[in-house]
């Protein structure tokens, strides 16, 4: 008789503990998602204000191709071209 009760109490600790546990994990999952949300609106609201008041316009960064040694130098010696010719129409 001693054993079922001493049972039971031990059911009833491990539902009221793995209930508080998960209400916990609840919590914190409402705060990350309430911080989120947060973060959201404040860029939203900056991004507002940079377009509306300022007169600017926002862009997103994202990620780019990495150029590969032959397309650096081929663009360097692009630029150095156009230079060059810009150069010249302002002199001549």
């Not at 001693?2 to 039971?8: N, P, S, V, Y």
């Not at 990350?32 to 947060?38: A, P, R, T």
């Not at 507002?48 to 397309?71: G, H, M, P, W, Y």
């Amino acid at each position: 008789m001693a054993d079922r009760d001493l049972q039971e109490r031990q059911q009833t600790f491990k539902l009221l503990t793995t209930s508080s546990a998960a209400m916990k994990i609840v919590r914190a999952q409402a705060r990350v998602q309430e911080k989120s949300n947060m973060k959201r609106a404040l860029r939203s609201t900056v991004c507002r204000i940079a377009k509306k008041d300022l007169d600017l316009k926002t862009f997103r960064r994202c990620e780019v191709q990495l150029l590969s040694d032959s397309n650096i130098h081929k663009r360097l010696a692009a630029r150095k071209q156009l230079k060059e010719t810009f150069n010249k129409t302002e002199t001549g």
